[in-house]
């Protein structure tokens, strides 16, 4: 018995002409039939060749093949690893303007049905060499990021946005890296040009790091060396940090966006302040100077141990729960400050803002999911102010006043 089998079509190849770019990092065109096709790695106002990988029903994702013709917004990617596929950027190849111009319409378009201003975008970290915090993985000695769309690591030895003592201290890394384990790596870098390191697993001479390119302390597994942490010294007194909990990735960009929760804040004497996923205190630190009353919720309990320690270096004090937001939302806010991660709030957690009769400064890091909140939260935006934290990425913060019910 013999078995027919069927040709294989050939992939589809289009010609598209590409207009702007999405969250996601991918570049937005038409084809000529005008079908929307998204295409990572194009640049608006390029010509592309792209060959078809996927077709939905409302628009296609295609495999760039040759640029027909380059638009005015394409520019050279100054780094061999983002040529090479490496994920950690998006954008490179487009230049700053347009990168800040595509995120403040990234944002119009999420939020065209929330009402309100959305405000210029802001720009307080340079084009490169403002990341201060990074995380790398590792596996069989290969130290990286994945590639674009990949699960392959691209080997990291430099990277022009990490500012240059924490490029340093990658090197001093690499040198411990193990050849047959798989993790991942954690840096960060204070003011003072320290540097705490935290690996996800026990790495055989962590202890030597120590000392080496600016680094004050290494913890991996159960063990630590030198510092357990570290003074951010974002101001005269000690703000503690670790390289494991979360700290914005941008030194200026952090300054910026502090300064604009606040003013979202608007006048907080008297007032009772809610501040969920709360961190180390950041913006806890901030509040806390100027309210009456600050309950300030975090779920990791190492971040409020940091969170305890840097309002007392600072005399100041708050209220901190070390519990699932959705837990602490007993008694009446005059205000309410929400910084979630990623995926935004959870249906719970927004049904139970909603019954809080007042305003809520919501600060976002995806403007899909903050559009989203909006809406289950029955508020709308009375202005909303995007960021660019992250040059050469399509990452985006948010900081949006939700007006009361």
């Given at each position: 018995?013999?078995?027919?089998?069927?040709?294989?079509?050939?992939?589809?190849?289009?010609?598209?002409?590409?207009?702007?770019?999405?969250?996601?990092?991918?570049?937005?065109?038409?084809?000529?039939?005008g079908r929307v096709v998204f295409v990572p790695g194009g640049a608006p106002g390029d010509t592309v060749l792209v060959t078809v990988?996927?077709?939905?029903?409302?628009?296609?994702?295609?495999?760039?093949?040759?640029?027909?013709?380059?638009?005015?917004?394409?520019?050279?990617?100054?780094?061999?690893?983002?040529?090479?596929?490496?994920?950690?950027?998006?954008?490179?190849?487009?230049?700053?303007?347009?990168?800040?111009?595509?995120?403040?319409?990234?944002?119009?378009?999420?939020?065209?049905?929330?009402?309100?201003?959305?405000?210029?975008?802001?720009?307080?970290?340079?084009?490169?060499?403002?990341?201060?915090?990074?995380?790398?993985?590792?596996?069989?000695?290969?130290?990286?990021?994945?590639?674009?769309?990949?699960?392959?690591?691209?080997?990291?030895?430099?990277?022009?946005?990490?500012?240059?003592?924490?490029?340093?201290?990658?090197?001093?890394?690499?040198?411990?890296?193990?050849?047959?384990?798989?993790?991942?790596?954690?840096?960060?870098?204070?003011?003072?040009?320290?540097?705490?390191?935290?690996?996800?697993?026990?790495?055989?001479?962590?202890?030597?790091?120590?000392?080496?390119?600016?680094?004050a302390g290494v913890v991996t597994g159960d063990a630590t060396f030198g510092a357990e942490r570290v003074d951010l010294a974002d101001?005269?007194?000690?703000?503690?940090?670790?390289?494991?909990?979360?700290?914005?990735?941008?030194?200026?960009?952090?300054?910026?966006?502090?300064?604009?929760?606040?003013?979202?804040?608007?006048?907080?004497?008297?007032r009772r302040v809610l501040e969920l996923f709360a961190g180390s205190g950041n913006f806890t630190r901030d509040l806390a100077r100027?309210?009456?009353?600050?309950?300030?919720?975090?779920?990791?309990?190492?971040?409020?141990?940091?969170?305890?320690?840097?309002?007392?270096?600072?005399?100041?004090?708050?209220?901190?729960?070390?519990?699932?937001?959705?837990?602490?939302?007993?008694?009446?806010?005059?205000?309410?400050?929400?910084?979630?991660?990623?995926?935004?709030?959870?249906?719970?957690?927004?049904?139970?803002?909603?019954?809080?009769?007042?305003?809520?400064?919501?600060?976002?890091?995806?403007?899909?999911?903050?559009?989203?909140?909006?809406?289950?939260?029955?508020?709308?935006?009375?202005?909303?102010?995007?960021?660019?934290?992250?040059?050469?990425?399509?990452?985006?913060?948010?900081?949006?006043?939700?007006?009361?019910?």
């Amino acid at each position: 018995m013999s078995c027919k089998r069927t040709a294989r079509r050939p992939p589809r190849q289009l010609r598209v002409g590409l207009d702007s770019l999405a969250f996601g990092g991918d570049a937005v065109g038409r084809d000529d039939d005008g079908r929307v096709v998204f295409v990572p790695g194009g640049a608006p106002g390029d010509t592309v060749l792209v060959t078809v990988e996927e077709e939905k029903k409302g628009y296609s994702r295609g495999a760039l093949e040759r640029i027909l013709r380059p638009g005015p917004s394409r520019v050279e990617a100054p780094c061999p690893r983002y040529l090479e596929g490496c994920g950690g950027c998006q954008w490179q190849h487009v230049d700053l303007e347009t990168q800040r111009a595509a995120k403040g319409d990234i944002v119009r378009r999420a939020l065209r049905h929330a009402g309100g201003e959305v405000a210029a975008t802001q720009a307080p970290a340079p084009g490169f060499g403002w990341r201060r915090r990074a995380r790398l993985r590792f596996r069989r000695g290969v130290l990286g990021y994945l590639e674009r769309r990949s699960h392959r690591l691209v080997d990291v030895d430099r990277c022009p946005q990490l500012e240059p003592a924490l490029e340093q201290a990658l090197v001093a890394v690499r040198a411990v890296v193990p050849t047959d384990g798989s993790g991942e790596v954690e840096l960060l870098l204070t003011g003072r040009g320290e540097v705490h390191v935290v690996f996800s697993t026990p790495i055989p001479g962590a202890a030597g790091l120590v000392g080496a390119a600016g680094i004050a302390g290494v913890v991996t597994g159960d063990a630590t060396f030198g510092a357990e942490r570290v003074d951010l010294a974002d101001e005269e007194v000690p703000f503690w940090a670790r390289a494991d909990v979360f700290a914005q990735a941008s030194a200026a960009g952090n300054l910026a966006l502090r300064r604009l929760v606040l003013e979202a804040a608007g006048p907080l004497a008297g007032r009772r302040v809610l501040e969920l996923f709360a961190g180390s205190g950041n913006f806890t630190r901030d509040l806390a100077r100027e309210a009456a009353e600050v309950v300030a919720v975090e779920e990791a309990p190492a971040a409020v141990a940091l969170a305890h320690d840097n309002l007392a270096a600072r005399g100041l004090s708050a209220e901190l729960r070390a519990e699932p937001a959705e837990r602490s939302l007993g008694g009446r806010f005059d205000l309410i400050v929400v910084d979630p991660p990623r995926v935004g709030l959870a249906p719970e957690l927004c049904a139970a803002l909603a019954t809080q009769a007042c305003p809520i400064v919501y600060v976002s890091c995806d403007p899909n999911t903050l559009a989203r909140d909006i809406q289950l939260l029955g508020r709308r935006v009375e202005r909303a102010i995007p960021l660019d934290l992250m040059p050469q990425t399509f990452h985006i913060e948010v900081v949006a006043n939700l007006a009361s019910p």
